[in-house]
């Protein structure tokens, strides 16, 4: 195990009593703090479960990055993350793209990714702006709205819009889709029931697209082979719920902490309305600040090293990436927001073999969002504290009261 400094016997306690796992880690306020101090003190951590199980948590960025190219060694088949279900997983691997490995896992990506032309973008850019203005034009003038619901609808509907069902069903899937996959509390039988709806959609529209393809992810997939054998409908329902539970929560828990983050610092909210090129900067920046996919996990195949620190076959490694990139070694003030960062290296989107798929779509979401929100609004200022989500996944907000004021 790494050393800690033995003069340091406070920090000592305080990590033993740390566990990532634990669901409310997230809302307790000092999950930075946590982080900052693995960092220092124990880069490797074994993090004991209280059922006597653990996983290794890497929490460095050299580290992380160690973690996620090797994917020789750490394996994403018997799962990505934490608390996730065993015979779920088993019964995706191989199928589903993030629970995959190679060879087949760059076979399934390959016939997905090739749906994500520039002119797929070039469009789901242009309904990205409907949607957005539409949103922004329901706010009013300095009244109090919660800006997790205003960032809900734009992620789904990039993605209703990109596995190509008709604008008719949107409200539909929206509704289905929030809550078969959100990451607030509900009901587990409403979120089975949900889910259940949103299969027999899946099924008559792969249907639809098997007889009159377009241009679409649904219709790519239905269309697509490995090693010369066509997608299954199970294997393409499975990854439109990969590409669902991949990039809805995760785009909107970026733009609202986007949106925190600019209103904390109002020097940053006047220069990036000043400086509408500069946007894509911006969302960088937004993605490495608010890191909204938390950890990822990964299993070693064989017996290992991450830093100095033996690991065995088999036992999970978790690494969190609001933690790598919040790493003093890499960022220059890494609690600082700053809109025109250079380099910024982030990981926000994951790095290696499952580097994120949806990461362009993401960055495109992101300026869209932000390029329209400061045109219409001169300045913004918190209605009431925002509440962090109760999760170990997704590390974002339940609620963020804020008052914008229109220019
Ligand atoms: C993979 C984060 C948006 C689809 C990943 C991974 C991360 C990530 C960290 C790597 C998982 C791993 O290594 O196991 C994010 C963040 C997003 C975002 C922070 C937004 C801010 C999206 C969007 C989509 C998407 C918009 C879909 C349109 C996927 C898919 C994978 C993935 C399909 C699996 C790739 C593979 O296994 O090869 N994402 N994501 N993501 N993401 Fe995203």
């Known amino acids: 195990m790494t050393a800690l400094s033995p003069a340091d016997p406070a920090a000592i306690a305080a990590i033993a009593a740390i566990d990532l796992a634990d669901q409310d880690f997230a809302t307790r306020g000092d999950a930075e703090q946590v982080w900052a101090l693995l960092r220092r003190e124990r880069p490797v951590h074994w993090n004991t479960r209280p059922d006597g199980t653990g ?8 580290d992380t990055l160690r973690v996620l190219r090797d994917s020789t060694t750490f394996r994403s088949g018997q799962g990505m993350r934490l608390d996730h279900n065993p015979a779920a997983t088993a019964a995706a691997a191989d199928k589903l793209m993030i629970v995959a490995d190679a060879p087949r896992h760059a076979k399934i990506r ?75 509390d509900s009901d587990p039988l ?24 377009r241009e679409d992810v649904i219709s790519t997939m239905a269309g697509g082979s490995v090693d010369g054998v066509p997608l299954t409908d199970e294997e393409i329902f499975l990854n439109c719920d990969g590409l669902i539970s991949g990039g809805n929560e995760t785009t909107r828990h970026a733009s609202v902490g986007g949106l925190l ?24 920046e937004i993605l490495r600040f608010t890191s909204p996919a938390m950890h990822v996990l990964r299993t070693p195949c064989q017996d290992t090293e991450i830093g100095g620190q033996a690991i065995r076959a088999g036992e999970p490694v978790t690494v969190w990436m609001p933690s790598a ?7 220059d003030d890494p609690d600082r927001f700053d809109g025109a960062r250079h380099p910024n290296p ?16 993401a960055r495109i979401e992101l300026r869209v969002l932000f390029e329209e929100l400061l045109r219409t609004f001169a300045s913004g200022e918190p209605a009431g504290p925002a509440r962090r989500l109760r999760s170990t996944l997704i590390w974002g907000y339940e609620s963020a009261p804020v008052l914008l004021h229109r220019r």
């Open 346 to 361: 982030h990981l926000a989107f994951g790095m290696g073999p499952h580097h994120c798929l949806g990461a362009t779509l």
């Open 261 to 284: 983050a600019l209103i904390d610092r109002p020097d940053q909210w006047r220069a990036a309305s000043a400086a509408p090129e500069g946007l894509d900067a911006v969302a960088d």
């Open 325 to 331: 990139n919040r790493d003093e070694a890499v960022f």
């Open 110 to 184: 390959r016939v997905v990714a090739s749906a994500f032309t520039p002119r797929m973008a070039a469009r789901l850019e242009e309904n990205m702006r409907e949607t957005v203005r539409q949103e922004l034009a329901a706010i009013g003038d300095g009244e109090p709205c919660d800006f997790t619901d205003v960032a809900s609808v734009l992620p789904l509907s990039v993605i209703c819009d990109m596995l190509g069902v008709p604008r008719a069903d949107w409200p539909f899937m929206l509704r289905s889709t929030r809550v078969a996959f959100g990451e607030s």
């Open 55 to 62: 996983f290794w948590a890497v929490t460095r960025y050299h």
């Open 190 to 213: 409403e979120r089975l029931e949900a889910h259940a709806q949103v299969l027999e959609y899946y099924q008559d529209l792969v249907a639809e697209r098997r007889r009159r393809p």
